[in-house]
Nanobody, 125 residues
C-alpha cells in the first residue's frame, strides 16, 4: 500500500510558523479527500485538518481552527498544512492520509493509504 511522505517539521518557538508538506501520491490521488493528523507522545492519533478532493471543502479540529490552513495541489499530488501561531500543545508527530471524504478523515476511518513516518513538530514555550 502506498505510504505518504511527510516533511517540513522542526523545532520552533511558540508563536512561530511552520509549513508541512505531504507527498501523498498513489492511485486516484485527486479523487480523495486528504487530511492531516497528529500524535503527541504517549497519546492517540487525532484529526487536525481535512480538505475535499477539489479543495472546495475544508474542516479543522477546534484546537487548530483559525491558526492552521490545509491546501492541496492535485497536479503535484501534494498536500500542505500551514501552521501559524504555534503553541506548545501542538507538539506531535504529524501525518497525512487519504479517505473518500472529510467526514471519514475526521472520524479516523476508511483510510486509503498506509501511514507514513510522519514529521516531528516541536514547539517550545
Amino acid at each position: 500500500q502506498v505510504q505518504p511522505v511527510e516533511s517540513g517539521g522542526g523545532l520552533v518557538e511558540a508563536g512561530e510558523s511552520l509549513r508541512l508538506s505531504c507527498e501523498a501520491g498513489g492511485p486516484s490521488f485527486s479523487l480523495y479527500a486528504m487530511g492531516w493528523f497528529r500524535q503527541p507522545s504517549g497519546k492517540e492519533r487525532e484529526f487536525v485538518a481535512g480538505i475535499s478532493w477539489n479543495g472546495g471543502n475544508t474542516r479543522y479540529s477546534d484546537s487548530v481552527q483559525g491558526r492552521f490552513t490545509v491546501s492541496r495541489d492535485n497536479d503535484k499530488e501534494m498536500v500542505y498544512l500551514q501552521m501559524n501561531n504555534l503553541k506548545p500543545e501542538d507538539t506531535a508527530v504529524y501525518y497525512c492520509n487519504a479517505a473518500t471524504n472529510t467526514d471519514n478523515l475526521a472520524g479516523l476511518r476508511g483510510f486509503a493509504r498506509a501511514w507514513g513516518q510522519g514529521t516531528q513538530v516541536t514547539v517550545s514555550s
